[in-house]
């Protein structure tokens, strides 16, 4: 691939180049820590609509059936089967 990295990521958005262009700016003035931060962030925020969405799909589950199918999502069915003995195929996504 001979284009940099940010000149492909600009033909897969509808961020203009000015947006973009601030954008990289800041994240270049980021510290690790807060770069971090802003990833464990981005982080819970999938988790929380991830179980928006098991929520809509099976209803209110236990506990323990959230972390299963919240985990199968990362995870992947070989994994599930073979530590949990959870086979999201069969139980559901």
């Known amino acids: 691939m001979d284009s940099k990295p940010h000149e492909a990521w600009a033909r897969l958005t509808d961020t203009s180049p000015e947006a973009a262009r601030i954008l990289n700016e800041g994240y270049r003035r980021?510290?690790?820590?807060q770069k971090l931060r802003r990833v464990e962030s981005l982080?819970?925020?999938l988790v929380r609509l991830a179980a928006s969405r098991?929520?809509?799909q099976y209803g209110d589950v236990?506990?323990?059936e959230?972390?299963?199918?919240?985990?199968?999502l990362r995870l992947g069915r070989e994994t599930m089967i073979r530590m949990f003995g959870w086979d999201p195929v069969e139980k559901g996504w």
């Open 43 to 45: 982080n819970r925020t």
């Open 54 to 56: 098991i929520r809509a």
């Open 66 to 72: 959230m972390r299963l199918r919240l985990a199968s």
């Open 62 to 64: 236990p506990e323990e």
């Open 30 to 33: 980021m510290t690790p820590t």
